[in-house]
Every structure is written in C-alpha cells, then in structure tokens.
T-cell receptor
Framework: GAGVSQSPRYKVAKRGQDVALRCDPISGHVSLFWYQQALGQGPEFLTYFQNEAQLDKSGLPSDRFFAERPEGSVSTLKIQRTQQEDSAVYLC????????????????FGEGSRLTVL | AQTVTQSQPEMSVQEAETVTLSCTYDTSESDYYLFWYKQPPSRQMILVIRQEAYKQQNATENRFSVNFQKAAKSFSLKISDSQLGDAAMYFCAYMGTQGGSEKLVFGKGTKLTVNP
C-alpha cells in the first residue's frame, strides 16, 4: 500500500488478555516508531527500530510491553496481561531516514490501533 | 528531559480569518527540530510544517507559517485564510539531535474549530 498500515484498527480486550498490534510500514522505510496516545493527550514515544534493531525502548511503560521487527519490515507491538490503563490509540510511524525523519520531516503515521481494555 | 507545552486546549476561528496556535518548549540542547502536526478526527497524523533551530528564518508552507523565537523557546503556528478542512487537533513536537534522540516529544494538542 501507499501508506503505513496498522491492524487491527479497533481492539477490545478483557483485562488480563494478551494483544498483538501490527504495523506495516511504507516499503523501504528503515526507521519505525511506536507511540501511545491516551484520550485527549499527545502521543508518547514507546520504542524505535532502525531496520531490525531496536535502538530505543525507553518509552515502554512496563515489561508487559514488547515490540519486534524481525525482518526489518513489519513490526508487532505485544501487550501481555492488559490493564485498563493500557487503553489508548497505538500509533506506528515510519521514515526512509536513518535520523527518524528529523532531517527531512518525512515521518509517516498510520491511522492507529485503538485498544480498549474492559 | 525535553518538554513541550501547548497552553490552548481549544481554539476557534472564522473561515477565511487568521489564527495563531501557541507552543513553548524546554530543552538544554542548542540544535534541534520543531514540528507542527495535524490530526483530523479518526485520521492519521500529518506534518504541517518543520523548523530547524539553527535556521533563524521562520518556516512557511503556503497558508501556514511559524514564529520561532529561540531565546524564548517559543514556536507558534499561524494559519492564514482558514478553511473548513483545517479543523483538527494540532500538535507541536520537538526532536533533538543528540544520539538516540530520534523520538518526537509532543505537546497535549490544541483542538481547532473552523466556523463557516
């Protein structure tokens, strides 16, 4: 596709369930980011990949959160034992730039996956 | 740690008028990038305008321009000739240049309403 694709768009989970959110970046983009956007807030950084290497995972809120990008393309964000505070929109963004897009501003966002934990 | 503050949770403007959205930030870095992103309802975030801190000239993109005041750490967005399609959440964001700082730091956003 032409843009960043995320699935599922909407996910309802019962507290304690595990969820997996998928991001298909634009083909050839080396940088991939995950952000968490709570209702009424700005996005907050979770983790950053350069190709298959996870260079920064400082934003992951707990060890229940895990992200991978094994072949340097598709990425999955996994949340184990979901809690109500995990309810948010999870945004994926990709860039052709090694500098995360700052040199050109070319950071492309997906439409997000809205997770609701009951 | 860097922080970004948007003090206006909501703003409104009449179609064809001009509106200014405020943003301040805090950083100890001397070189960095600032961005304004637009997020329409249920749509993806898109870049509106980008400013490099080492450039004194304010960035401009068609009807969108910024007022970058580095000493004051202020980065406001001016939208001229507002259109109905400009209605959205607007986020100010900061990105540093030191190693490992490719992440964006966002403000909480300003909801812009455009009245016909």
């Amino acid at each position: 596709g032409a843009g960043v694709s995320q699935s599922p768009r909407y996910k309802v989970a019962k507290r304690g369930q595990d969820v997996a959110l998928r991001c298909d970046p634009i083909s050839g983009h080396v940088s991939l980011f995950w952000y968490q956007q709570a209702l009424g807030q700005g996005p907050e950084f979770l983790t950053y990949f350069q190709n298959e290497a996870q260079l920064d995972k400082s934003g992951l809120p707990s060890d229940r959160f895990f992200a991978e990008r094994p072949e340097g393309s598709v990425s999955t964000l996994k949340i184990q034992r979901t809690q109500q505070e995990d309810s948010a929109v999870y945004l994926c963004a990709s860039s052709p730039s090694l500098a995360g897009g700052r040199d050109t501003g070319e950071l492309f966002f997906g439409e997000g996956s809205r997770l609701t934990v009951l | 740690a860097q922080t970004v503050t948007q003090s206006q949770p909501e703003m409104s403007v009449q179609e064809a008028e001009t509106v200014t959205l405020s943003c301040t930030y805090d950083t100890s870095e001397s070189d960095y990038y600032l961005f304004w992103y637009k997020q329409p309802p249920s749509r993806q975030m898109i870049l509106v305008i980008r400013q490099e801190a080492y450039k004194q000239q304010n960035a401009t993109e068609n009807r969108f321009s910024v007022n970058f005041q580095k000493a004051a750490k202020s980065f406001s967005l001016k939208i001229s000739d507002s259109q109905l399609g400009d209605a959205a959440m607007y986020f100010c964001a900061y990105m540093g240049t030191q190693g490992g700082s490719e992440k964006l730091v966002f403000g909480k956003g300003t909801k812009l309403t455009v009245n016909p």
